[in-house]
């Protein structure tokens, strides 16, 4: 990696780099062992820096580890990474902007990881807007600053950190892998990806790794790397809400963002936070001009008092309206079950996406067989509702009536998927999309 440095600044090196061959530019704040407070002065060399990525339409790479605003320099100090995070918010969309969290992010300046599109937490790192002491003073709670915000908190349960290093050398190395999928800005095209693997590769196998039950489980992981280049996926927030896979691979040399429901986590339905992630990663391969590939095995949103009360219409819709309004090629195969409101928000034909497979074996239906007989033969002896349930099975949970509605493109074979799904991304790589004038949407929170 070779550097230049653009400024003079003690504690914020704002410096252009090359990462694997691609132009970067990273701002660097002090290091773990160093108590580095905000100040005026380094919130305006931070913000100088992404200035300098947007303007250079450059990726940008924010190595960050600040114990807050300085208070000794009073309001100046919140001023400065207020500045920051607007100029961040003005970069999103535009370049790809990535996060290493080095050491602890405290308070305001926490903030900024929020805004970047790939967070990276290295061992050790920990980041809160509240202290341990604020949280015991109103909740009585007692946690350390691991417990409250360390990168297991972050990777599991706050869904903030896309990644897990072992330090900063391993964090920029996740960041070039990452990065490795992405254009340099918003006016280019992702990268291809050289590859041996032949495009007309049969996935006989792929198939098989469905168990014989509807209700078995296995790793939609499997799957995916039996598709794709190579077997080569790398995941984002692996972690956080399981029961949505997302991250990047490639078919015939395309960079792909993939979307994937996992089975082996809560049946594969979608719940809050894997509804805010599938939105989050839709809406930066859309930015970026990656092409979408969503796998589809689902039995539903998740049910539960708790779920509703929270507001899972309202997230619910996140992911529906980050599918509808993309653009880039999205194509979507059912390996399985698609059912009900979930069959809308994984890309549905009938949300916009261009090109939907479906296996011989999938269920594309309002709900599955037993629920729809319950409800429509309330009446029926247990003989009786088990012979319904063989004739809704035969008649409803197949993918045909989805393909007479042209909801489903074509029932493929296993076998044939790579071959399928390469062949639909290469006619839909000169797809180009007009949006309607408008200042921006107004998106589901």
């Given amino acids: 990696m070779t550097a230049t440095d653009l400024s003079q600044a003690p504690l914020v090196k704002v410096t252009t780099e090359t990462l694997d061959q691609r132009r970067v530019v990273v701002a660097r704040t002090s290091f773990p062992d160093d108590e580095c407070e905000l100040t005026e002065e380094l919130g305006r060399q931070l913000t100088d820096g992404i200035r300098l990525a947007t303007e250079k339409r450059m990726p940008f790479i924010m190595v960050i580890s600040t114990t807050g605003v300085a208070v000794a320099g009073g309001i100046a100090g919140s001023i400065s990474w207020a500045k920051a995070a607007a100029e961040l918010t003005s970069a999103s969309g535009v370049i790809p902007t990535f996060a290493v969290a080095a050491g602890p992010v405290l308070s305001g300046p ?17 980041c ?5 002491k604020n949280v015991e003073t109103y909740t009585g709670v007692s946690l350390s600053a691991d417990e409250l915000g360390g990168t297991g908190v972050h990777s599991q349960t706050s869904g903030l950190a896309s990644l897990a290093a072992n330090d900063i050398d391993h964090a920029l190395e996740l960041v070039s892998d990452v990065l490795g999928y992405m254009p340099d800005n918003n006016e280019g095209l992702p990268p291809t990806w050289p590859s041996a693997d032949p495009v007309q590769r049969s996935t006989d196998g792929v198939g098989e790794l469905l168990p014989a039950t509807p209700t078995g489980s296995y790793d939609v992981r499997d799957v995916i790397s039996e598709l794709v280049d190579d ?7 692996s972690r956080w809400a399981p029961n949505l896979v997302t991250g990047f691979a490639s078919l015939g040399g395309m960079s792909v963002g993939v979307v994937a429901n996992q089975p082996r986590s809560l049946a594969g339905s979608i719940d809050i936070p894997a509804s805010q992630k599938g939105a989050r990663f839709v809406a930066m391969c859309d930015a970026f001009a990656i092409p979408l590939l969503t796998l589809v095995d689902t039995s539903g949103f998740l049910p539960g008092k708790d779920l509703e009360w929270r507001g899972m219409i309202r997230h619910g819709a996140q992911m529906a309206f980050a599918y509808a309004r993309a653009t880039v090629p999205r194509v979507g195969l059912i390996l399985r079950k698609s059912y009900g409101g979930a069959y809308i928000v994984m890309d549905s034909v009938n949300m916009g996406n261009d090109i939907m497979f479906a296996w011989p074996s999938a269920e594309v239906a309002v709900m599955g067989a037993k629920g729809a007989v319950e409800i429509l033969h309330r009446k029926a002896d247990d003989d009786e509702r088990a012979r319904l349930v063989e004739e809704y099975e035969a008649q409803y949970l197949t993918p045909y009536p989805a393909a007479e509605r042209q909801s489903i493109s074509a ?14 991304f290469t006619m839909l790589s000169t797809k180009r999309e007009r949006l309607r004038s408008r200042k921006h949407d107004n998106t589901p929170l």
């Avoid at 809160?128 to 341990?132: K, N, R, T, V």
């Avoid at 493929?412 to 998927?417: G, L, Q, T």
């Fill in 231 to 237: 077997g080569e996926f790398i995941e984002l927030r």
């Fill in 128 to 132: 809160y807007l509240s202290g341990p």
């Fill in 110 to 126: 926490a903030l900024l990881l929020g805004l970047v599109d790939v967070v990276v937490f290295c061992e050790g790192a920990y």
């Fill in 411 to 424: 029932v493929i074979e296993p076998a044939d998927s790579r071959r399928q799904l390469i062949a639909a």
